[in-house]
């Protein structure tokens, strides 16, 4: 028996015979769970020969009909759903850059029956700051919408432990990259960031360019392995920027 068929055997006896009332002719669950899984196989990325990343964020989209039929069970299936990614992973030997989430929303532009998945690669990003670094930083980067300070001389971006910011994503370098700050007075005016590339195996981007080094602006965006670092820059009184 296969994987997705012990999984629909299973969701049908977790929500016994209710399964087959509430979704005929509507979205079923093991199509989620199809899709699901080749979402994944139609964008893992080769990093190495033995290594291939995966997305770990889904967004399943359903008609608002699909969704309210859906809501009763979602805490259910979302926790299944992982299992079976997790199991469909382990066996392709692929790797994910941090947990799996699996979110539902309605699509005004699906019909009943009809569902869409968007995925994306999300990694954990963990900074070793400490509170007070935290609070007199004039300059941070955000990834997935949290902030990490950026402190002087210069604050060391990758996978490693020794890292300041961790990025558990498997396209990362132990020591990737490094931003420097220079100059800057107490209220940040006159302050300048730089990236560095510390000699990776990918590279980095800036702004969509393949680059080694550079200075930065407000906005500008460094991309790491799949991990976007988006670079703010904060200066206080008038034409201060909101981070």
Known sequence: MGGLQRFERKLEQVISGAFAKTFRSAVQPVEIAAALQRECDNNAQILSRER????????????????????????????????????????????????????????????????????????????????????????????????????????????????DIRVNDPGVSRRHVEFQLVGGSGDGAGLQVRVRDLGSTNGMLVDGHRITSTSLRDGSQVKIGSTTLTVRIVTEGPGASDV
């Not at 979302?78 to 079976?84: A, I, P, S």
């Not at 869409?116 to 919408?145: E, L």
């Open 52 to 163: 291939r990343m995966v997305p770990n964020d889904f967004q399943v989209e359903l008609s608002q009909v699909d969704l309210d039929r859906l809501s009763p069970y979602d805490s259910t299936m979302v926790r299944d759903f992982t299992e079976q990614l997790e199991d469909h992973a382990k066996e392709q030997g692929y790797q994910f850059p941090g947990p799996v989430r699996i979110e539902f929303e309605a699509a005004e532009d699906l019909s009943t029956g009809r569902f869409r998945i968007r995925s994306s690669a999300r990694a954990r990003v963990q900074s070793n700051a400490t509170h007070t670094q935290a609070q007199r930083a004039r300059a941070f980067v955000v990834a997935g919408g949290e902030q990490h300070p950026l402190h002087p001389p210069v604050t060391v971006v990758g996978r490693g432990t020794e890292a």
